[in-house]
Structure formats: C-alpha cells, structure tokens
C-alpha cells in the first residue's frame, strides 16, 4: 500500500512552487526631471525592463497623464492622456516616448513643472514614479549671458528667497542625495561632493558625467534654476576616477623647482576633471610643511615658503590665467587650502585623536605673515576662485600661548585678512564638517553638530560656503534659525552667496548646466600619461651617487626588490580611488619594475619582492622601500592605524623604514657589487644607519601612475634634475627640521639633488 501511494504520487503534477516564476515587466524614466524651453516638446522617455532579462512575453501597457505643477494647463502646456504599450517580444529595456506640446507666452518667468504619472493597465507590468517635465525659466535678466556677471548677480540675488539664499550656502556630499536626487531641489543646495572614494557604479568618466548631470537636472527643477556646482579631490590628478593620470604628489612637484611643468601638470588635471562634468577642484594645497611628521605633508610643495609661492602656478593651470577662461571645457575652479598654517601644526596638538593634523599652529604674527601667508597671496593673485580653511588653529604668542582660535571661526583671518587685506572676492568653503570643531561651550557630548553657534561663529567670520556631507539639511534650518533671530545678517548672507553665484556665472554654469561626454577621451590620455612620465623624471631627487653608479647601463644585470617596486597604489599614495589611497593593483598605468623593463629592454632583470629568490649573477641590485598610502590623520607618525585599509596600510606611521625595508636592502646590498635604493614614500625615511652600504639613494616621492617616470632617470633616458623639498633629517630625534633652524646638520639639506647626464656609459 505504501508503495503503491508513492508511485501515484510521483505521477502527479508538481507543486506550485517548481512553476517558473511569472515575468513581471517594470517601467521606469530614464530621467527623474525633463528640461524643455517653452514652444518646444517635453520629450518622456521610458525604459520597460523584465525580471528575467528576456523579452516580453506578453504586452505591456501603462497610461499615463499630466497632472497638476505650477504650470497652467492650456496656457502654459497643452494637457496629455493616453497609453503606451511595449509589444509582446520587446528586448527588455526597450524603450518608447511621450510628448507633451509646451506653449509660448513670451512672458518672463521662471521655472515651471509638469508632473506626469504614469499607471498600469495590464496585470504583471509596475511603473515607477512619473517624471516632471520642467518649463525653463525665461525672459529675465539674469539668464542673459549679454549682461554683466554683476549685473546678473545683483537681478538673480534679488528674485531669491531666504530658503534659496541659505540653500546656495550648502554643499551635502554625494551620497546624501543618489538615493533620491530630488533632495537637491528640495534643499536647494548649491553645491554636491564626492569625498575621497565616493564614486558611481561603474566608476568610469561616463558614468561621472550621467550622475553630475542628474543632480544638476535636480537643481534645475526649482524655480529660479541655480546650477549646482560639484566639487571633489583632485589633488595629484582625478584619483577618485578608474582610469584618470594620477601625477606626482606636490611634494615631488616641488622637487622639479618647474613652475611651468606644475602649471601644465594642473591644466590636465582641470581637462581631466571637466571631462568627467565637475567644474571645481578641492586643490591646490599651498601649505607650508614644516614637520614631516605631519601625515598631509606631500601635499605640500615643500618647507620653503618662497617654494610653495612659485608653485601657485597650479592655480593658473586649473583656471586658466584669464577669468574669461573659467568656462573653457579644460578649466575648473581652483581652492588655495588650508588657509592657513595646517602645515605649521606643533605636534601633540592635533585634534580628533590625531597627534599632529588639525593641530595648533603656535607661533607670532610676524613669522605666521612671514611663513604661512605668502602662498595664499600668490593664489589670490593668481586668480584663485575659492578658499579652504584649514581645521586647525592659531595661537598667537604675541598675547601669550593658551587661546588658539579655530580657522573656521577665525574672524580676523578670514575676513580681515584673506577678505580684506589680500583682497579675495571669490568664496570661502569650509572642510569637511569643518564648522563642527568650533568650540561650543552649551554644547555636550551627545549635542547633535553642527549647533547654532557653530553656525553662527563660521558665517559671521567670513564662511560661505558650508561642506556638510550628511547634515545638509540640520546646517539650513539653524542658519535660517541665526539670520531670522538677527544674530546672521542679511547683508552677511547676501555676500556670501553673491560671492557664490560670481563664480557660477564665470564658470558658464548658467548657460551651459549640463556636461557633457564629448570630452572623457582625455582621461587618463596618451599625452596626460607622458606629461605625468615627464613630471616624474624631474620629481626624481638623487641623493646619494658614489662612483657615478647611476645612470645604469641599459644591458646591466639588475635584481629588483622591495614591496614598492611593483605596487602601483603604493606608488600612488593617498586620495587615489578612496581617501586614504589603496595598496596594489588599483589603477592603469606603470609600476617602477614595469618601467625598468619597458626603458631596458636589454637589461637582464630578476625581481623578488622580499628579495626571497637567488639573487644569481647580478651586478647591481636595485631595492625599492618606502611607504603604503595614507593621508591627513591616519598618516601621522604616532596616530592611529587606518581600519578599513589593507593590512600594508594598517602598518604604524614612522619616519623609519619597516623592518622588512631594511630587510630586503642589508640581503641585496650585501650581495651585490652595488646597490641603489629607492624611497617611495610622502616623506623622509630615516636612511642613515644603512647609508654606508647604499651606493646610490634616490628619493622617489610617490611618482603616481607612470613608474616608467622613475626608470628613464635610472637609465640615463633623462638626467636627475630634482631637489629636496624638505630637509632630509640623519635621525627622527631632529624631527621637526627645517632650512634656516639653528645647529641646522640634517643628512641631507633643503635643496640638495645630485645631477647626472643622459649621455652616461653607464655601468654593467
């Protein structure tokens, strides 16, 4: 009987749950907010996608209709209904269009929308949410690229409410609005980040202009249709972008004493960066290192103020060197940051659990004019469109130690002398919630920031713009809160965002919102990469060179070590694809082996990272140490270890070499007749106790993306021309070390850098 009921069971139809599942077809817009002037046709695009991938195995249907928007049906658009159907056997994602007639009442108006819904009619097919067609402003003086920028300015300024004005003050970080890009519009935000690593899917220069576009269509959704203007990173080239040339860190820039190159150099990385659709870049930092221990000092030029001064060509490469330039498909807005003194910090200070970055700057007003300023002077001069605070403070000696002020809140400084005194009339963006580390004695530990006096310390110091990645809409309901109350004056507000709209004006922002795709051939290009390759060579400071060991020969037997070698993230060093950088394979480019073996070709190369594989027959020995990425906080000496890193990157920050660095240098030197050693790193290694064994020492800096840089000066392709940036300390006990320092003995000098010639035999 058992038996007999298992066959019959068998034999019946399977259960419900074996069926394949039914394919359900989604239609969706492809774009959230549809522009259109009014005469013409709002155009509705709409994408059907099935679960499966498939094509359609029944029809689709939806209706749709226009629905009520500020715009008046009749007068303003001609009312439409009806429905769309995708055919049974549509490839999915196959896509059909709606039309909507707008009119011409040639009246001067702003903006006005059409919300369109859309409804299914057939079981097994979902709609998403109905687009607006937006009916673009017109008519009014400020959309009137025939008048001044100060004229449209002052018109513009005038037809904004207070929302509007305090929404231009606010800049949210990407994140904080791709889920839903209509909260630009709804907080009318004037400006959109991406922080160190914050990217599309895919992460390709397509990709950054659909998202930036998408946001601008957001922004141009509202009323008066104030561009967003988006802002990211690019402070060695494009490094948030897969595929972008990522040049030498300044601290390598300096060492080429090549303005003109540093120029060029910021000209690609403002092509790069336009390509993609951002028109500002966070860069260039003119600070002054003045402790290496500091885990920002690459960003820096160098030591010298009268260096870093001669580098704010980087300023005219991202701009251009008139301010008709700005709207060029090959300029952005250029920041001078960390106004001012980050650089200057005195360890022990710092803040947020670091030892050094966001420090306190201790110092009098006469050597604080004397070392910090100058730079931001020649930005200024330069043209500079914007400025950046530094997070850290100042404290004046001249009144006695014990009252730093934070940057962001430094009166004086940023209005009395960076507004005043130096004349800036472009606009002040703070860091990174740079507001929140005001002090605010009514606050406690569990007090949400940033607080009301936050807010009101930093605009009635001279703050513009406010970068508040994921508290956007917090800072505009307590600044309306301060301006409402009379603590913020109109007059302060009305400043700060002319100064905001000046530069959105100058940057073609206005008459031409939208970017595009035109242009991302120029990513990461052929001439980028040999531009980058060039600047490499000259960042190459040779300082070590007995017997005139270097050039090498082109057919020399050379075994190749170390873990810098053939790792291009570490090469690369930080703010490159994430904040912190990334060790490995991270980008396109060279690493330093590859370009030994590309510049010679003929030469017999053995590599073994950790110098682990018989080192045979080979006459010289090149061995490449340094660091893994880092950047501001996580990179200082002594401060806290990068969790989310690799485990390289987790590594504890030190001027000294790790123990597998000198590892792989005493098993090399000691075998080979001799021995060049590379540092790759954002700062001096202390080198001093391995030097007698080294016949040669090259300081590489972090070179980037083009490693084959680093071999055409090893092989006498091209002669080592760079000079120290920094002073090169003989022990950490010396840190902090600088040019003109009483009992002044480093290992090697401020501008120290031996020379070699092309034309070398070279050894074998």
């Known amino acids: 009987m058992l038996t007999t009921s298992l066959i019959a069971a068998s034999l019946l139809p399977g259960p419900a749950a074996f069926a394949a599942d039914p394919q359900t077809v989604s239609v969706t817009t492809t774009q959230t907010f549809v522009q259109a002037d009014e005469g013409k046709t709002g155009m509705v695009s709409l994408i059907a996608s099935t679960t499966d991938g498939k094509p359609l195995t029944g029809n689709a249907t939806l209706a749709y209709r226009t629905a009520t928007g500020t715009a008046s049906p009749g007068a303003d658009y001609t009312p439409v209904a009806g429905t769309v159907t995708f055919a049974k056997g549509s490839a999915s994602g196959a896509s059909k269009t709606i039309s909507i007639p707008l009119r011409r009442d040639r009246t001067a108006e702003t903006a006005e929308t059409i919300p369109v819904t859309l409804t299914p009619s057939t ?11 937006v009916i673009n402003a017109h008519g009014l003086p400020y959309l009137d690229s025939r008048l001044s920028t100060k004229k449209r300015v002052a018109d513009l300024l005038k037809r904004m409410s207070l929302d509007d004005k305090i929404g231009q003050m606010t800049q949210a970080e990407r994140a904080a609005v791709a889920d839903d890009p209509a909260k630009v519009a709804t907080w009318r935000l004037g400006s959109v980040l991406s922080g160190g690593g914050s990217v599309p899917t895919p992460n390709t220069p397509a990709a950054w202009v659909n998202m930036v576009n998408t946001f601008q269509q957001a922004a141009l959704s509202t009323p008066l249709q104030i561009p967003i203007i988006y802002g990211v990173d690019a402070v060695h080239g494009h490094g948030n972008v897969h595929g972008a040339t990522i040049f030498p860190q300044n601290i390598g820039l300096g060492a080429t004493r090549n303005p003109k190159l540093v120029e060029k150099v ?33 960003e820096a030029f160098g030591e010298d103020p009268k260096l870093v001064t001669q580098m704010t060509t980087a ?45 306190v700057t201790i110092t009098s007003r006469t050597e604080f004019a ?7 002077t020649a930005g200024i001069r330069a043209g500079a469109g914007s400025v950046m605070p530094s997070f850290s403070s100042v404290d004046y000696t001249d009144d006695g130690v ?9 009166k004086e400084l940023l209005t009395g002398t960076l507004k005043g005194k130096l004349g800036f009339d472009g ?45 956007a809409p917090q800072l505009e309901n307590l600044l309306k809160a301060e301006v409402t109350a009379g603590r913020v004056s109109t007059v302060r507000i009305n400043d700060a965002v002319s100064r905001i709209l000046t530069s959105k004006f100058q940057l073609g922002l206005f008459d031409k919102p939208f970017a595009s795709a035109d242009r991302i051939d120029v990513v990461g290009s052929t001439q980028h990469r040999t531009l980058a390759r060039t600047a490499v060579a000259e960042s190459q400071v040779l300082l070590k060179n007995t017997g005139n060991l ?34 490995g394979d991270t980008i396109p480019g060279t690493t330093i082996l590859e370009g030994i073996r590309q510049v010679a070709p003929n030469a017999k190369v053995t590599y073994s990272a950790d110098a682990s594989a018989p080192i045979g027959n080979a006459d010289i020995g090149v061995v490449v140490v340094g660091e893994t990425p880092y950047a501001e906080g996580y990179g200082d000496v002594g401060g806290p270890a990068w969790p989310w890193g690799t485990d390289a990157q987790k590594e504890a920050k030190s001027l000294a070499l790790q123990p597998s660095d000198k590892a792989a240098i005493d098993k090399v030197c000691d075998a080979v007749a001799k021995c060049v050693v590379l540092v790759v790193s954002g700062r001096p290694q202390i080198i001093t106790d391995q030097l007698g064994k ?6 590489s800096w972090l070179p980037g993306s083009e490693g084959a840089g680093v071999a055409d000066v090893l092989f006498g392709k091209k002669p080592f021309t760079g000079r120290l940036t920094v002073t090169w300390p003989a022990s950490a006990e010396q840190v902090p070390i600088n040019i003109g320092d009483a009992n002044y003995r480093p290992l090697y000098p401020y501008g120290w850098g031996l020379r070699t010639r092309t034309t070398h035999s070279g050894h074998r």
């Open 266 to 298: 910021y000209h690609a990385t403002a092509a790069e960066v336009r390509a993609t659709g951002v028109p500002w870049d966070f860069a260039p930092c003119v600070c002054v290192t003045r402790d290496e221990r500091w885990g920002r000092s690459y």
């Open 370 to 376: 004397r070392t910090n300023l100058p730079p931001y």
């Open 123 to 133: 079981s097994g097919v979902t709609a998403g949410p109905g687009p607006t067609v």
């Open 427 to 471: 606009f002040v963006i703070t860091d990174w919630n740079g507001i929140h580390q005001i002090p605010d004695p009514a606050a406690t530990a569990d007090t949400p920031k940033p607080t009301a006096t936050q807010v009101r310390t930093a605009v009635n110091a001279g703050i513009d713009m406010f970068m508040e990645p994921n508290t």
């Open 315 to 359: 300023v005219t490469g991202l701009q251009g060197r008139k301010p008709s330039q700005l709207d060029d498909p090959d300029r952005v807005l250029a920041t001078i940051k960390h106004y001012a003194g980050d650089g200057a910090t005195r360890y022990g200070t710092g803040d947020s659990g670091y030892p050094i970055d966001q420090g």
């Open 694 to 699: 080294i016949d040669a020492l090259v300081a």
């Open 402 to 410: 014990g009252n730093p002020v934070k940057m962001h809140a430094h």
């Open 550 to 583: 270097l050039p090498l020969g082109t057919n020399a037997k050379v075994y190749v070590a170390g873990r810098n070698a053939d790792n291009i993230g570490n090469q690369a060093g930080g703010w490159t694809l994430d904040w912190q950088g990334r060790s």
